[in-house]
Nanobody, 116 residues
Framework: QVQLVESGGGLVQPGGSLRLSCAAS????????MSWYRQALGKERELVAT????????NYADSVKGRFTISRDNAKNTVYLQMNSLKTEDTADYYC?????????WGRGTLVTVSS
């Protein structure tokens, strides 16, 4: 059974940093691309960053380019999202995502609040 468990969210001031983690289990983690999505209150869920399997090619939403970094540790079955220079508009629930056999799998999310 696929499980994705996010952690690392919290309250941070504008300009601060957080690192989110997503621990995966129930599938061959190294064989699958992994993504982070976010959903702010009253808005649609949006893709933040993706990292491929194998060579670890990354892609980012324009709104986070240069500030966020996605990475993975296949030995630990974990994907990370390093978030720097955080802005109030980064406030959202952040979700870990993968797709297995064509079916999307989601974690329960971790809340990031950027506020002074």
């Amino acid at each position: 059974q696929v499980q994705l468990v996010e952690s690392g969210g919290g309250l941070v001031q504008p300009g601060g940093s957080l690192r989110l983690s997503c621990a995966a289990s129930g599938f061959t983690f190294s064989s699958y691309a992994m993504s982070w999505y976010r959903q702010a209150l009253g808005k649609e869920r949006e893709l933040v960053a993706t990292i491929s399997s194998g060579d670890g090619i990354t892609n980012y939403a324009d709104s986070v380019k240069g500030r966020f970094t996605i990475s993975r540790d296949n030995a630990k079955n974990t994907v990370y999202l390093q978030m720097n220079s955080l802005k109030t508009e980064d406030t959202a629930d952040y979700y870990c995502h993968t797709k297995r056999a064509g079916i999307a799998k989601w974690g329960r999310g971790t809340l990031v609040t950027v506020s002074s």
